[in-house]
DNA sequence: AGCACGCCGACT
DNA sequence: GTCGGCGTGCTC
């Protein structure tokens, strides 16, 4: 809008009630400069006080009655703040009842100047890449592919198998179908994103996309690369070219030139649950992003998540599964009597490894990292826990003293608090312990131990056994010729209702990558689970879990939001939900404080109360639970006199948060 | 947050 | 009479 002498700003501030636009005069000498996009500095309330944030929009007059304020200064030329991006940053905020500048703090990297620089000085060619189509390889007439052309939503059932890159390595299969979906876009001049949930997935996507597309039409945006690795990526994105955009969890935020796809791997690992506020999930800012641009969403993984099966179920997303259909061959075992001394592992387990090994890789998945996770008193059995924090006390490795799991102190003079004993009992086995003892089960074979610290991402085809926590497996050349699921029934034991979904998804995860026809033994394990898992039939599963939780009603058959603060604010906004928003409210409850490595920030009086309601009512409900934030900010404020002691809110607001559900 | 405005007790 | 206490309100 050329000649505008009004910006509107969004000022970059985590006061809920500054979470608008802002009307500024632009003055004359930023005319040029001051456009959509750009960083600029501007005086809040009263001149000298300065606050950062974005221009959002230009216009001939202010909407606002009063004098308007100058715009102080332009930090860059640089359009970081699409207006697409601008318009998804609010859309989330209103679901998530949170402010769409905390919104934007995930979605804009931090500014590096340097690498700003050399990009606006570099020309940025528009110019359409040449690349050919291709085909989605193991669906039935390119269902994938026919659903991205055409903008539509599915939950896309992986093939569990591996693939063969050209430059040897090997990586999933889903990796190989998602970088054909994205390449698919590339050609047709459209942008794809794909959000997975770690390092390991990014790799292998990398890799393969690397056998599809030129290296520079891919941006990495990594949450543990280094800032001006990331600003450059997120650069990349703003360029007027089609791009594939791949990265974890805020990837599904980036700015992208006509955007064909978003797809989201795995949706149900917790990695894609967003820990800070406004907590958007990853699956549901793709929900809202795929609505506000039209373009195609996928939701793929070897399971399906619950979430995932209702949208299905209400006819929002369409199943698409592998065709001719892939099943890996589980093998269902009882566990062997574990007297703490005789091997874990069960005969029919033992046999396909031995048989395994006789041609490659051989994966065995256990629970838990480290050597022994648990100890015990050796004299009365209570648990051994920390001096300091009363965390439980394991043993990293064979030879190493006891040390806690939560705050990592080292336990030189342990002594039980019941009976004073001083000698501990291990109790469990880790991943140490467990190679240890399969070292001297099969002995000459080379054993190769991948954990959460040490990162093996990768394996090739020699005999080996890889002793892998849940999540840490590698790839392996060629496929793994058996896989052994040791710990299914340990996995099961945790308290929380998604336990199942999560066993489903560590077990299928790692049955994928065994080779085609080599066994999948699951140890100790019986029933609905262990059903699905030999059956390959996942979504029936989700489909179970979603009747239950609706007879439950518990998420995500329903919504909840989490109110947590000072009891006052916690009645106060859950008596502002209007009647017929909502179904019900659990609590006041105050907030036991949390034994456990993370303490909450709350107040030491806090409360919490959960309110469950209808998918309908959910803009209704982050309506009401706004304004209840912003009430409770400006009220209730502290005397002066205490500076640098910063009270917790005396209101939080969670939706959907995946530690209920 | 941070700063202004505004309305009641002890001071030259 | 008025200096300054901090409760309340607003930020273009």
Same mark, same amino acid.
């Given at each position: 809008m050329p000649g505008a002498r009004v910006a509107r700003v969004i000022v970059d501030? @985590? $006061? @809920?009630? #500054?979470d608008r636009l802002f009307d500024y005069a632009i003055p004359e000498r930023l005319l040029d400069e001051a456009a959509p996009g750009v960083r600029v500095t501007v005086p809040l309330r009263t001149a000298g006080r300065l606050a950062t944030g974005y221009i959002v929009d230009l216009a001939d007059? &202010?909407?606002?009655d009063g004098t308007l304020s100058k715009i102080?200064? *332009? *930090?860059? &030329? &640089?359009?970081? $703040?699409t207006p697409e991006i601008a318009d998804l940053a609010r859309r989330v905020a209103d679901r998530s009842a949170g402010s769409a500048s905390d919104v934007l703090r995930l979605a804009i990297p931090p500014r590096m100047v340097r690498v700003e620089k050399a990009w606006l000085a570099a020309e940025h060619d528009a110019e359409p890449p040449q690349v050919a189509p291709v085909v989605a390889r193991g669906y039935r007439d390119d269902a994938p592919g026919r659903a991205v052309d055409e903008s539509r939503r599915i939950a896309l059932d992986a093939v569990p198998r591996q693939a063969r890159l050209h430059a040897g390595t090997w990586v999933g299969a889903w990796a190989v179908t998602l970088a054909e979906l994205a390449a698919r876009c590339v050609a047709s001049g459209r942008s794809a994103i794909i959000a997975v949930p770690d390092y390991r997935d990014l790799d292998q996507l990398q890799a393969t996309l690397g056998d599809l597309l030129p290296d520079d039409l891919v941006a990495r945006m990594d949450a543990a690369q280094p800032n001006q690795d990331r600003y450059r990526a997120f650069l990349r994105c703003l360029e007027p070219a089609p791009r594939v955009i791949i990265g974890n969890r805020s990837a599904v935020y980036a700015p992208a030139h006509r955007l064909g796809m978003i797809a989201i791997w795995d949706?149900?690992?917790? #990695?894609?649950?967003? @820990? $800070? =506020? @406004?907590? =958007?999930h990853a699956r549901d800012v793709a929900l809202v992003r795929a609505e506000q641009s039209g373009c195609a969403l996928v939701l793929a993984g070897h399971t399906r998540s619950v979430e995932a099966q209702r949208l299905v179920e209400v006819g929002w997303l369409t199943s698409v599964s592998p065709d001719p259909a892939i099943v890996p061959r589980v093998v269902v075992t009882a566990a062997q009597a574990d007297d703490g001394t005789s091997s874990r592992v069960p005969g029919g387990a033992w046999r396909a490894a031995k048989e395994g090994l006789a041609s490659g890789p051989v994966l065995v998945q256990v629970a838990r990292p480290g050597y022994a996770p648990v100890l015990a008193c050796a004299r009365c059995g209570q648990a051994a826990r920390c001096e300091r924090c009363d965390g439980p006390l394991g043993l990293g490795s064979a030879g190493a003293a006891p040390s806690c799991r939560w705050c990592g102190a080292i336990a030189a003079h342990w002594s039980c608090s019941d009976c004073r004993a001083t000698t501990v009992r291990l109790v469990t086995r880790g991943s140490a312990r467990t190679a240890e003892e399969l070292g001297r089960a099969f002995p000459g074979v080379r054993v190769v131990v991948s954990d959460g610290e040490r990162r093996v991402t990768a394996v090739d085809g020699r005999p080996a056994l890889i002793v892998a926590t849940r999540g840490a497996e590698p790839v392996a050349e060629g496929g793994y010729r058996a896989v052994l699921l040791l710990d299914g029934d340990r996995m099961l034991a945790?308290?929380? $209702?998604?336990v199942g979904d999560d066993c489903l998804r560590w077990w299928s995860n790692a049955a994928a990558l065994a080779a085609l026809g080599s066994p999948v033994v699951l140890v100790g394990v019986a029933g609905p689970l262990a059903h699905a898992l030999a059956t390959w039939k996942q979504p029936e599963y989700a489909a179970a879990q979603l009747a239950d939780r609706r007879t439950l009603r518990f998420p995500p058959a329903v919504r909840v939001a989490t109110l947590t603060g000072t009891p006052k604010a916690v009645t106060d906004a859950v008596s502002s939900l209007s009647a017929g928003t909502f179904i019900d409210v659990l609590g006041p409850t105050p907030v036991e404080s949390v034994r456990g490595p993370k303490q909450a920030s709350v107040a030491s009086d806090a409360v919490r109360a959960i309110v469950r309601f209808e998918y309908a009512h959910g803009a209704a409900v982050a309506a009401a639970l706004r304004s209840a934030i912003i009430r409770s900010a400006t009220k209730a404020r502290r005397p002066r006199g205490d500076r640098g002691y910063r009270p917790p809110p005396t209101l939080r607001v969670r939706f959907d948060d995946p530690e209920i559900s």
């Amino acid at each position: 809008m050329p000649g505008a002498r009004v910006a509107r700003v969004i000022v970059d501030t @985590p $006061l @809920p009630q #500054l979470d608008r636009l802002f009307d500024y005069a632009i003055p004359e000498r930023l005319l040029d400069e001051a456009a959509p996009g750009v960083r600029v500095t501007v005086p809040l309330r009263t001149a000298g006080r300065l606050a950062t944030g974005y221009i959002v929009d230009l216009a001939d007059h &202010a909407e606002f009655d009063g004098t308007l304020s100058k715009i102080e200064s *332009v *930090v860059s &030329a &640089a359009r970081v $703040l699409t207006p697409e991006i601008a318009d998804l940053a609010r859309r989330v905020a209103d679901r998530s009842a949170g402010s769409a500048s905390d919104v934007l703090r995930l979605a804009i990297p931090p500014r590096m100047v340097r690498v700003e620089k050399a990009w606006l000085a570099a020309e940025h060619d528009a110019e359409p890449p040449q690349v050919a189509p291709v085909v989605a390889r193991g669906y039935r007439d390119d269902a994938p592919g026919r659903a991205v052309d055409e903008s539509r939503r599915i939950a896309l059932d992986a093939v569990p198998r591996q693939a063969r890159l050209h430059a040897g390595t090997w990586v999933g299969a889903w990796a190989v179908t998602l970088a054909e979906l994205a390449a698919r876009c590339v050609a047709s001049g459209r942008s794809a994103i794909i959000a997975v949930p770690d390092y390991r997935d990014l790799d292998q996507l990398q890799a393969t996309l690397g056998d599809l597309l030129p290296d520079d039409l891919v941006a990495r945006m990594d949450a543990a690369q280094p800032n001006q690795d990331r600003y450059r990526a997120f650069l990349r994105c703003l360029e007027p070219a089609p791009r594939v955009i791949i990265g974890n969890r805020s990837a599904v935020y980036a700015p992208a030139h006509r955007l064909g796809m978003i797809a989201i791997w795995d949706d149900s690992d917790p #990695l894609h649950g967003e @820990p $800070l =506020a @406004p907590y =958007a999930h990853a699956r549901d800012v793709a929900l809202v992003r795929a609505e506000q641009s039209g373009c195609a969403l996928v939701l793929a993984g070897h399971t399906r998540s619950v979430e995932a099966q209702r949208l299905v179920e209400v006819g929002w997303l369409t199943s698409v599964s592998p065709d001719p259909a892939i099943v890996p061959r589980v093998v269902v075992t009882a566990a062997q009597a574990d007297d703490g001394t005789s091997s874990r592992v069960p005969g029919g387990a033992w046999r396909a490894a031995k048989e395994g090994l006789a041609s490659g890789p051989v994966l065995v998945q256990v629970a838990r990292p480290g050597y022994a996770p648990v100890l015990a008193c050796a004299r009365c059995g209570q648990a051994a826990r920390c001096e300091r924090c009363d965390g439980p006390l394991g043993l990293g490795s064979a030879g190493a003293a006891p040390s806690c799991r939560w705050c990592g102190a080292i336990a030189a003079h342990w002594s039980c608090s019941d009976c004073r004993a001083t000698t501990v009992r291990l109790v469990t086995r880790g991943s140490a312990r467990t190679a240890e003892e399969l070292g001297r089960a099969f002995p000459g074979v080379r054993v190769v131990v991948s954990d959460g610290e040490r990162r093996v991402t990768a394996v090739d085809g020699r005999p080996a056994l890889i002793v892998a926590t849940r999540g840490a497996e590698p790839v392996a050349e060629g496929g793994y010729r058996a896989v052994l699921l040791l710990d299914g029934d340990r996995m099961l034991a945790r308290e929380s $209702l998604s336990v199942g979904d999560d066993c489903l998804r560590w077990w299928s995860n790692a049955a994928a990558l065994a080779a085609l026809g080599s066994p999948v033994v699951l140890v100790g394990v019986a029933g609905p689970l262990a059903h699905a898992l030999a059956t390959w039939k996942q979504p029936e599963y989700a489909a179970a879990q979603l009747a239950d939780r609706r007879t439950l009603r518990f998420p995500p058959a329903v919504r909840v939001a989490t109110l947590t603060g000072t009891p006052k604010a916690v009645t106060d906004a859950v008596s502002s939900l209007s009647a017929g928003t909502f179904i019900d409210v659990l609590g006041p409850t105050p907030v036991e404080s949390v034994r456990g490595p993370k303490q909450a920030s709350v107040a030491s009086d806090a409360v919490r109360a959960i309110v469950r309601f209808e998918y309908a009512h959910g803009a209704a409900v982050a309506a009401a639970l706004r304004s209840a934030i912003i009430r409770s900010a400006t009220k209730a404020r502290r005397p002066r006199g205490d500076r640098g002691y910063r009270p917790p809110p005396t209101l939080r607001v969670r939706f959907d948060d995946p530690e209920i559900s």
